[in-house]
Nanobody
Framework: QVHLVESGGGLVQAGGSLRLSCVAS????????MAWYRQAPGKQRELITS???????YYTDDVKGRFTVSRDDAKKTVYLQMNRLKPEDTAVYYC??????????????WGQGTQVTVSS
């Protein structure tokens, strides 16, 4: 069964850095787009960055220049490097991947979410 496992969240002071990892496991034929979302308390979950299987990337304006998304297909992993963190970055961060499993089943998979807290 395909599932995603995240790591790297935690508590950091403003201006600090964290690197999140999300590893896909199971019988996988291929992985298409991979993305990171976040949800702050009282707010809707929002897409902040994505990366296609061609390596094309997308960032929202509030993380552009500070966050970097990358992927390692051999390791079936997507990373989110977060630099110059701000208190407003505090949220639960979720990994999402489009995966074609073997045998065929669902397509979109989500990680469990990891808390990132940035203190002043």
């Amino acid at each position: 069964q395909v599932h995603l496992v995240e790591s790297g969240g935690g508590l950091v002071q403003a201006g600090g850095s964290l690197r999140l990892s999300c590893v896909a496991s199971g019988d996988i034929f291929s992985i298409d787009d991979m993305a990171w979302y976040r949800q702050a308390p009282g707010k809707q979950r929002e897409l902040i960055t994505s990366i296609t299987n061609r390596g094309n990337t997308y960032y929202t304006d509030d993380v552009k220049g500070r966050f970097t998304v990358s992927r390692d297909d051999a390791k079936k992993t997507v990373y989110l490097q977060m630099n110059r963190l701000k208190p407003e970055d505090t949220a639960v961060y979720y990994c999402r991947a489009e995966i074609r499993p073997l045998p065929p089943s669902q397509y979109e998979y989500w990680g469990q979410g990891t808390q990132v807290t940035v203190s002043s």
